[in-house]
């Protein structure tokens, strides 16, 4: 009986080393995200602006892999409500527009947010720097440290400034106190500490969705980068202005620039903003984002970290300044929504490769899922990266769908608005719509009756100026992803798959 005892006490031992020693070979995941930035913002990127400095950006693309197209979500909100959740807006359910904007409201029990699971599994989660889906931030229950600043409304901050200056935080669910400094910086601060130790179990593996608030409007870049990129050129966009042959009826009347009395190009809204002076103070902001990339690289790479931690650089989405008349997000063109997507960890992720098939933000969780070794703890829509990181000749047939759906989600995006606005679309001025990306070429369904599709081959036509939907020869390929779509949709539950406003005939 005594040797029985030993026994079971051996193997109780054995399986609880084996458990540190799993828990120990867990990667870290750093799952850094910043806000509008679009992939013409990175230097390493093919299509960015020439002048554009991002060193340690680039720096991650030479140690990992680099997405040549990536689309992540339309605007803030619901790309971080996918992000949370591993789900298309129109199949979350209960989250909603409640109050003053951005008031939302959630139901944690219908609408879980995945990082709990992790933190349910061993690893500690954290969260630093903007959250955009309501005041229940989750703190304690989703994350077991968070440094999170609640987006205010927009009449408690009407220029924007306190996305960069001065913000008023929350830590670990408590009353938000203001905190001095430039938001980047002190974000990249309290981030590197985490990266130590502060904060969270030395023995766990840890998750930390580090957040940046720039490079959204105002555009604000930290004092020490104020002069750089001075002498810039900026060309204007072709199709600044309409008419834009070939485009839904809304984007003919999409006009957000216009020239002053002096011949300088400004935005409608943001109200006089010069077209120049914005992309140069635009990519001004990211500076103080790249210092801070570099920062947390260097400590991951101190601590002895740096092979053991996933790093994932992304932004919720891109911004268009000029490109289609449009200085936003929201509209399903590359200019507006392809966001750059980086991710690295020396001696699992291959070094220095780039993908060129087109993948979504919905991957990112179940790779994540993945490199934990935890199973996906619900039904997700996107699909594990891990081959494309680590096989260079690793197959890929999955197709890209983003839906929008202004600020509305789950069961409630059914019925379909009248002519596909909801308040956020009258805001933003572009209809709900379905965008699916196979391949090089781009399908649009604008979700209005009677309008009709778009179809761009991405390679020949980059820009997106020529809509082939018309086009004989493009017949079958319309047809065949117009069905593509349909599947997509039926397969993320959308509840109006079934529903769809017809579209304008192809003709004979």
């Known amino acids: 009986m005594r040797n029985q005892i030993r026994f079971g006490l051996f193997l109780g031992f054995f399986a609880l080393s084996a458990v540190a020693a799993t828990a120990r070979a867990r990667p870290n995941i750093l799952f850094i995200m910043t806000d509008d930035q679009s992939y013409r913002s990175v230097g390493c990127y093919e299509g ?112 924007g400034t306190s996305y960069f200056y001065d913000q008023k935080i929350s830590f670990n669910g408590a ?170 960890q020396p001696g699992t992720v291959l070094a220095g490769h780039t993908v060129d098939r087109p993948v979504t933000g919905l991957d990112l969780i179940p790779t994540f899922f993945e490199q934990a070794g935890i199973a996906l703890p619900w039904r997700m829509h996107g699909h594990d990266l891990s081959p494309l990181l680590q096989n260079e000749t690793a197959t890929w047939p999955h197709p890209v769908m983003l839906s929008y759906t202004g600020w509305t989600y789950g069961r409630a995006t059914m019925p379909l608005p009248e002519a596909g606005m909801d308040g956020h679309s009258h805001v933003a001025q572009v209809p709900w719509y379905v965008m699916l990306r196979k391949g090089n070429f781009k399908y649009i369904r604008t979700l209005v009756e009677g309008e009709g599709e778009e179809l761009y081959d991405l390679n020949a036509d980059p820009d997106e100026l020529t809509n082939l939907a018309g086009e004989p020869d493009q017949r079958q390929r319309v047809l065949r992803l117009r069905g593509d779509a349909v599947a997509q949709l039926r397969r993320t539950e959308a509840p109006f798959v079934d529903a769809l406003p017809s579209v304008r005939s192809l003709g004979p």
Not at 68 to 97: F, I, K, N
């Open 175 to 344: 009353p938000a106190q203001p905190v001095r400094g430039y938001s980047t910086d002190n974000y990249t601060e309290w981030a590197d500490a985490f990266v130590r130790g502060a904060n969270r179990d030395a023995d766990q593996p840890w998750y930390l969705w580090l957040c940046y608030t720039a490079p959204h409007h105002p555009f604000v870049p930290a004092e020490r980068h104020r002069f750089d990129y001075l002498r810039e050129e900026v060309p204007v966009p072709s199709d600044i202005f309409p008419p834009r042959p070939g485009k839904p009826a809304y984007m003919q009347k999409v006009r957000e620039f216009e020239y002053d009395d002096n011949g300088m190009l400004r935005a409608v809204y943001p109200a006089g903003f010069p077209l120049r002076e914005g992309v140069h103070d635009y990519n001004r902001s990211i500076r103080a984002i790249d210092e801070g990339v570099g920062r947390l690289l260097d400590t991951l790479a101190e601590t002895g970290q740096l092979e053991n931690t996933l790093v994932v650089f992304t932004s919720d989405q891109g911004y268009a300044w000029g490109e289609h008349g449009f200085i936003k997000k929201v509209a399903p063109y590359d200019a507006n929504i392809r966001a750059p997507l980086i991710v690295s």
């Open 48 to 159: 960015s602006r020439p002048w554009v400095n991002t060193p340690n950006i680039d720096r991650l693309a030479e140690s990992g892999v680099k997405f040549a197209t990536a689309y992540v979500g339309t605007w803030c909100m619901p790309a971080r409500v996918s992000l949370l959740t591993g789900r298309l807006p129109h199949a979350v359910e209960t989250v909603r527009m409640e109050g003053p904007y951005p008031g939302v409201a959630y139901d944690p029990q219908q609408a879980p947010f995945w990082p709990s699971v992790l933190r349910d599994h061993g690893y500690t989660t954290a969260h630093i720097g903007k959250w955009h889906v309501g005041a229940d931030t989750g703190a304690g229950r989703d994350w077991d440290y968070q440094a999170a600043w609640l987006r205010p409304k927009r009449a408690e901050n009407p220029d």
